[in-house]
């Protein structure tokens, strides 16, 4: 939520050394453009379809982190014949009541600031992050909210779009449609996309594996950066 595709920068560095990769931005983020109306994570997931058939990529190993994971598992669920395999990082089947708080605290944020890059440093990072990475690494985390800041600047009113997506979010009673290879990922410490969504996930998508990273919060990506790679790299090989 209001990352745009550079936010895989650990990883994509590592994955190209195997693979082609590309990185997409959703509607409403990054460099993609950001139409109006109502977003849904099944849209965004109807618009990777689309991406896919226009640049002649018939299949392809599809990986996501949080709002990426809930578009993917979309994306599997309605067109399982253009998935390889499926990397399902920090992901939700469904919107709860506690997710729902977590991203009405993050708009009014937004809009108290008028300034998405600083919802995502001042108000989500905390959420991303474990106290302890804070601690240790005060200087990483700066240089993560520099990052941000040197992104291209999600518009108030796209973001508002996006978050209302992830507040209706539910794939709960597709995942069953999901046939590819899946691994499920989640931060041991993560408060919004928690454990308590992996026994539905690993029970709805057949075969699915299931790993926990010790020490991390909702991005693994960025607190064990070799070990992530490692292990989804595995996945797909």
Request: contains cysteine; proline residues 5%; negative net charge.
């Amino acid at each position: 939520m209001a990352a745009d595709h550079a936010c895989y920068a650990f990883q994509v560095a590592e994955y190209a050394k195997h693979f082609t990769c590309i990185s997409v931005d959703p509607r409403g983020a990054g460099e993609t453009d950001k139409p109006e109306g109502v977003y849904s994570t099944e849209l965004f997931a109807d618009d990777v379809g689309a991406f896919m058939q226009a640049l002649g990529v018939g299949r392809a190993h599809i990986s996501g982190l949080s709002l990426g994971a809930a578009t993917a598992m979309w994306l599997a669920a309605k067109y399982p014949h253009k998935v390889k395999s499926l990397s399902l990082h920090s992901g939700w089947t469904k919107t709860d009541p506690f997710i729902n708080a977590a991203v009405e605290g993050r708009r009014a944020m937004a809009k108290g600031l008028e300034s998405v890059g600083e919802t995502v440093i001042l108000g989500i990072f905390p959420w991303c992050f474990t106290p302890e990475l804070y601690a240790a690494k005060p200087d990483y985390i700066q240089s993560l909210a520099a990052f941000v800041r040197g992104r291209p600047a999600q518009p108030l009113d796209a973001f508002m779009r996006q978050s209302n997506a992830v507040s209706e979010h539910d794939v709960e009673s597709h995942l069953g449609k999901i046939t590819s290879p899946t691994q499920i990922t989640f931060g041991r410490h993560d408060m919004v996309t928690s454990t308590r969504f992996a026994d539905r996930m690993q029970a709805n998508i057949q075969g699915a594996e299931l790993i926990v990273f010790e020490g991390c919060a909702h991005t693994p990506i960025y607190e064990r950066v070799d070990e992530f790679n490692q292990k989804t790299l595995e996945a797909v090989a």
